[in-house]
């Protein structure tokens, strides 16, 4: 049995891949035994030639179409032989010994089921991706919202992202962390069912409420850094695509928030957020139309 199985979900993102798979070659591992899983979710590019040439080491699974991440994920876990799982996302690049911090620390730290790392831009700015649970200000300031880029230290936007606990650079808990790189101790994932494969966004939010709930902390290392290329894997996204990514996120939303503070079906303000979340949505489905005519 590895000490950890490095779990990436790709779909026609070659280039990504291999330098994801290139990384974790290079990549510092200590004393910690691995294997690396690659689930590939219908690519049509050369991703699979590439890596049955360049990487045979790597397990791979090949669908016939795309199962979407949780589903996929999920499969890679499913024949992992592991203590802790390690997903990775496949626009990635792990840098130094990044993947050990996080398993020397939650071996170390029996109370926590779940921690990521610091994801940064290819600047090696922050992406922030260890964050409290949302409150209904973040929906104009959110982590990419036109307001948060004019007001960059208002108080919604710093306690959502934590960033006073990250740039303090040592672990912390968080309410959720990204599934970009996420370390999870495996006998949790399963008790947990694993990633929520009925969501598409907010999955993660939904996976570490489950994993907090089943008696587990959640937290965040910012000495374990990894650069994400975050979205560049897919390609570019013309407006139908964009449109279907904007009704999912806001749906998942949705769920995510009434699975969060139990709100049964008939609870008052389900209506409140679903009117808030719909109007919300459909002007981020009007902006994006005009956009792409102006072009």
Not at 206 to 232: M, N, T, W
């Amino acid at each position: 049995m590895h000490d950890v199985s490095v779990i990436i979900v790709g779909l026609n993102s070659c280039r990504y891949v291999r330098e994801a798979l290139e990384s974790l070659q290079a990549a510092e591992w200590r004393s910690y035994s691995h294997e690396v899983i690659y689930v590939d979710n219908g690519s049509t590019d050369d991703t699979l030639a590439v890596l049955e040439e360049r990487f045979p080491e790597v397990r791979v699974l090949a669908n016939d179409s795309n199962l979407g991440f949780c589903r996929a994920a999920n499969q890679g876990a499913r024949i992992a032989r592991c203590r802790h799982y390690f997903f990775l996302n496949d626009d990635t690049i792990v840098l130094k010994d990044a993947i050990p911090l996080l398993i020397d620390f939650l071996d170390r730290h029996p109370g926590i089921g779940v921690v990521g790392s610091r994801l940064l831009n290819t600047d090696y700015t922050d992406q922030w991706s260890g964050r409290k649970f949302p409150s209904p200000l973040n929906a104009i300031f959110g982590r990419r919202s036109v307001l948060s880029r004019w007001l960059p230290g208002a108080k919604p936007l710093t306690d959502y992202l934590c960033r006073e606990q990250v740039l303090k650079g040592v672990p912390f808990a968080a309410d959720w962390v990204s599934a970009a790189a996420l370390l999870a101790e495996a006998t949790v994932f399963r008790e947990v069912g694993g990633f929520a494969e009925d969501y598409y966004y907010w999955h993660e939010a939904v996976f570490c409420d489950r994993i907090r709930h089943a008696g587990k902390e959640i937290y965040l290392h910012p000495q374990s850094k990894i650069i994400h290329y975050e979205g560049k894997g897919s390609g570019e996204r013309p407006y139908d695509v964009k449109k279907r990514h904007i009704i999912d996120f806001h749906r998942g939303a949705y769920r995510c928030y009434c699975e969060h503070y139990r709100l049964r079906m008939f609870h008052p303000i389900r209506a409140l957020v679903g009117t808030a979340l719909f109007f919300r949505a459909i002007a981020l489905l009007a902006f994006n139309r005009v956009a792409g005519f102006s072009r």
